[in-house]
Protein backbone atom coordinates (compact mmCIF):
# COMPACT_ATOMS: atom_id res chain seq x y z
CA UNK A 1 0.00 0.00 0.00
CA UNK A 2 1.90 3.16 -1.05
CA UNK A 3 1.31 6.20 0.20
CA UNK A 4 2.65 9.83 -0.56
CA UNK A 5 4.45 12.73 1.05
CA UNK A 6 5.37 16.48 1.25
CA UNK A 7 9.22 16.37 1.46
CA UNK A 8 10.81 20.08 1.30
CA UNK A 9 14.43 20.85 1.91
CA UNK A 10 13.80 24.62 3.79
CA UNK A 11 16.26 26.95 3.05
CA UNK A 12 18.92 26.29 5.25
CA UNK A 13 19.17 23.10 3.71
CA UNK A 14 19.67 24.05 0.67
CA UNK A 15 22.24 27.06 2.17
CA UNK A 16 23.97 24.09 3.96
CA UNK A 17 24.46 22.10 0.56
CA UNK A 18 22.52 18.65 2.04
CA UNK A 19 19.79 18.42 -0.73
CA UNK A 20 21.92 15.36 -1.85
CA UNK A 21 22.49 14.04 1.46
CA UNK A 22 18.39 14.40 2.24
CA UNK A 23 17.37 12.54 -1.42
CA UNK A 24 20.25 9.41 -0.78
CA UNK A 25 18.56 8.98 2.49
CA UNK A 26 14.75 8.89 1.14
CA UNK A 27 16.17 6.83 -1.36
CA UNK A 28 18.49 4.48 0.36
CA UNK A 29 15.27 4.01 2.49
CA UNK A 30 13.37 2.93 -0.15
CA UNK A 31 11.66 5.21 -0.66
CA UNK A 32 10.75 6.72 -3.90
CA UNK A 33 10.84 10.60 -5.29
CA UNK A 34 7.64 11.10 -7.78
CA UNK A 35 8.34 14.33 -8.01
CA UNK A 36 11.16 16.64 -7.22
CA UNK A 37 11.66 20.28 -7.75
CA UNK A 38 13.92 23.60 -6.65
CA UNK A 39 11.42 26.82 -6.25
CA UNK A 40 11.11 30.15 -4.48
CA UNK A 41 8.61 30.32 -2.23
CA UNK A 42 5.47 32.68 -2.29
CA UNK A 43 4.24 34.33 0.83
CA UNK A 44 0.67 32.93 -0.06
CA UNK A 45 1.78 29.43 -0.49
CA UNK A 46 3.69 29.90 2.64
CA UNK A 47 0.81 30.96 4.50
CA UNK A 48 -1.63 28.46 3.51
CA UNK A 49 0.92 25.53 4.26
CA UNK A 50 2.09 26.82 8.11
CA UNK A 51 -2.13 27.74 8.13
CA UNK A 52 -2.40 25.57 11.32
CA UNK A 53 0.50 27.76 13.19
CA UNK A 54 -1.67 31.14 12.68
CA UNK A 55 -0.95 32.72 15.50
CA UNK A 56 1.61 31.40 17.41
CA UNK A 57 4.30 33.39 18.55
CA UNK A 58 6.82 32.13 15.79
CA UNK A 59 4.02 32.16 13.36
CA UNK A 60 5.92 35.39 11.23
CA UNK A 61 9.61 34.27 11.45
CA UNK A 62 8.71 30.95 10.12
CA UNK A 63 7.01 32.65 7.01
CA UNK A 64 9.78 34.67 6.45
CA UNK A 65 12.95 31.58 7.11
CA UNK A 66 10.69 29.72 4.23
CA UNK A 67 10.16 32.30 1.65
CA UNK A 68 13.96 34.06 2.74
CA UNK A 69 15.59 31.59 0.01
CA UNK A 70 14.93 28.31 -2.44
CA UNK A 71 13.73 25.44 -1.32
CA UNK A 72 13.16 22.21 -2.44
CA UNK A 73 10.17 20.28 -2.59
CA UNK A 74 9.40 16.29 -3.26
CA UNK A 75 7.00 13.89 -3.58
CA UNK A 76 8.12 11.19 -2.02
CA UNK A 77 6.13 7.56 -2.12
CA UNK A 78 6.38 4.26 -0.95
CA UNK A 79 4.43 2.44 2.24
CA UNK A 80 4.05 4.44 5.20
CA UNK A 81 5.59 7.46 3.51
CA UNK A 82 4.54 9.83 5.80
CA UNK A 83 5.62 7.89 8.92
CA UNK A 84 8.87 6.88 7.23
CA UNK A 85 9.97 10.10 6.13
CA UNK A 86 9.11 11.65 9.38
CA UNK A 87 12.10 9.03 11.25
CA UNK A 88 14.04 10.15 8.69
CA UNK A 89 13.92 13.43 9.52
CA UNK A 90 13.94 13.39 13.41
CA UNK A 91 12.06 15.31 15.68
CA UNK A 92 10.82 18.46 15.36
CA UNK A 93 13.66 20.46 18.05
CA UNK A 94 17.31 19.38 16.31
CA UNK A 95 18.85 18.81 19.54
CA UNK A 96 16.14 18.25 22.16
CA UNK A 97 14.16 15.46 20.33
CA UNK A 98 15.68 14.58 16.99
CA UNK A 99 17.96 11.70 17.65
CA UNK A 100 21.22 11.48 16.09
CA UNK A 101 21.21 9.69 12.69
CA UNK A 102 18.50 11.31 11.79
CA UNK A 103 18.81 14.56 9.60
CA UNK A 104 18.04 17.42 11.88
CA UNK A 105 19.85 15.35 14.95
CA UNK A 106 23.11 15.12 12.43
CA UNK A 107 22.82 18.26 10.90
CA UNK A 108 20.67 20.63 12.91
CA UNK A 109 20.85 23.07 15.50
CA UNK A 110 17.85 25.25 15.85
CA UNK A 111 14.05 24.51 16.70
CA UNK A 112 13.48 26.97 13.49
CA UNK A 113 16.29 26.26 11.40
CA UNK A 114 15.44 22.02 11.41
CA UNK A 115 16.54 21.79 7.70
CA UNK A 116 13.64 19.68 6.40
CA UNK A 117 9.58 19.47 6.48
CA UNK A 118 7.47 16.62 6.09
CA UNK A 119 3.60 15.90 6.00
CA UNK A 120 2.25 14.92 9.47
CA UNK A 121 -0.41 12.26 8.24
CA UNK A 122 -1.74 11.09 5.18
CA UNK A 123 -4.29 13.74 5.22
CA UNK A 124 -1.85 16.85 5.28
CA UNK A 125 -0.05 15.14 2.69
CA UNK A 126 -2.69 15.05 0.11
CA UNK A 127 -3.47 18.85 1.16
CA UNK A 128 0.16 20.11 1.06
CA UNK A 129 0.66 17.84 -2.83
CA UNK A 130 -2.48 19.55 -3.77
CA UNK A 131 -0.50 23.09 -2.74
CA UNK A 132 2.82 22.69 -4.09
CA UNK A 133 2.22 20.19 -7.07
CA UNK A 134 -1.47 20.98 -8.07
CA UNK A 135 -0.54 18.97 -11.47
CA UNK A 136 -0.16 15.97 -9.26
P1 LIG B 1 7.37 19.67 12.21
O1 LIG B 1 8.05 20.45 11.12
O2 LIG B 1 8.36 18.78 12.94
O3 LIG B 1 6.14 18.94 11.77
P2 LIG B 1 5.64 21.67 13.50
O4 LIG B 1 5.27 21.65 14.95
O5 LIG B 1 4.58 21.36 12.49
O6 LIG B 1 6.92 20.72 13.33
O7 LIG B 1 6.23 23.13 13.22
C1 LIG B 1 6.45 23.58 11.91
C2 LIG B 1 7.76 24.30 11.84
O8 LIG B 1 7.69 25.48 12.62
C3 LIG B 1 8.95 23.53 12.43
O9 LIG B 1 9.53 22.63 11.54
C4 LIG B 1 9.90 24.65 12.80
O10 LIG B 1 10.63 25.10 11.66
C5 LIG B 1 8.95 25.75 13.22
N1 LIG B 1 8.77 25.78 14.67
C6 LIG B 1 8.05 24.91 15.43
N2 LIG B 1 8.11 25.24 16.73
C7 LIG B 1 8.87 26.36 16.79
C8 LIG B 1 9.30 27.22 17.88
O11 LIG B 1 8.98 26.99 19.05
N3 LIG B 1 10.09 28.28 17.53
C9 LIG B 1 10.45 28.56 16.24
N4 LIG B 1 10.07 27.78 15.22
C10 LIG B 1 9.29 26.71 15.48
Redesign the pocket.
Known sequence: MNERTLVLVKPDGVGKGLVGEVISRIEKKGLSLAALELRSVSRSVAEEH?AE?QGKP?YE??LEFITSGPVVAAIVEGPRAVAAFRQI?G??DPVDKAAPGTLRGDYGLE??Y?LV??S?SAESAEREIKLWFPEH
Open positions: YHFDLAGTVQNHGD
